[in-house]
């Protein structure tokens, strides 16, 4: 059996709350290893470690939980006796996470981000079959050099693609124009492409050591949208995004 370890993070896959409602609870209460206790059969696809990085709402996310993430799981996998690493993470900002992570690990060896949009107290928690696919795919000789992947109701998808698009549906993110990765069939591991972007090991990002990084805000362009916000985000960021309208325009 492959060694696998779960670094958690929290999110609403550890969330607790009213007895079979996926409502009004809270994120990032339950210990990870709770979780894998609530999993049949999860022991018997690999040899599992689990590890407590974090326990937060993904929305208190930032720059210093990724370099912190990200640093641990160069170090586990330089590791020889790891083969694979999953991440259990908060849904709302896990795509934020997935891209930082595709860039900057410095591994070929399967990582892969997995959560959920009910909580472990709600009727039909989706976390324990996604966390049981993530194992599965870190797991499958298939997944090497794919970059780092989510996997979230059966679907494979990029780190670099994958977007959240729904605030309430179980299957909430989606790669649009790019497509899936591939899919999961209870254990079983399908994948049907291959991204050509750089990404791990041939990423620039990744030979480099980040103690902090920049801050860059980023301003949305509307119709109407006063300037003033630009002035107050050059005071105390070190780069502005300014995500326009149409192919990028403003007035
Ligand atoms: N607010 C939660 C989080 O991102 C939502 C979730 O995990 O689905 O931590």
Redesign the pocket.
């Known amino acids: 059996m492959k060694n696998i370890i779960i670094v958690a993070t929290?999110?609403?896959?550890a969330g607790s709350g009213k007895v079979g409602k996926a409502t009004n609870y809270q994120?990032?209460k339950i210990n990870i290893k709770e979780i894998i206790d609530s999993i049949p059969m999860i022991n018997e696809v690999a040899n599992l470690k689990a590890i407590q990085l974090f326990n937060v709402?993904?929305?208190e996310m930032n720059e210093e939980h990724w370099i912190i993430l990200a640093n641990k799981i160069n170090d586990l996998a330089s590791q020889k006796n790891v083969d694979g690493i999953v991440v259990t993470h908060?849904?709302?900002?896990l795509d934020e996470t997935a891209y930082f992570l595709n860039l900057t690990i410095n591994t070929y060896k399967p990582v892969v981000l997995t959560?959920?949009?009910r909580p472990a107290s709600a009727t039909s928690a989706d976390g324990p079959i996604n966390l049981y696919q993530a194992v599965c795919l870190a797991s499958c000789d298939d997944a090497l050099g794919h970059g780092v992947m989510a996997v979230f109701s059966s679907t494979i998808y990029s780190g670099r693609d994958i977007q959240k698009i729904s605030n309430f549906k179980t299957d909430a993110f989606d790669q649009k124009d790019f497509g899936c990765l591939g899919y999961m069939q209870d254990h079983e591991v399908h994948f049907f492409s291959k991204t050509f972007k750089k990404h791990t090991l041939q990423s620039l990002f990744s030979s480099q050591n980040y103690n902090d990084l920049p801050a860059v805000g980023i301003a949305y362009y509307y119709a109407g949208a006063s300037h003033e916000i630009l002035y107050s985000l050059a005071l105390n960021h070190q780069g502005i995004i300014l995500t326009g309208s149409g192919s990028g325009n403003y007035s």
């Open positions: 929290g999110g609403t896959i994120a990032g709402d993904s929305n908060g849904t709302d900002t959560g959920a949009m």
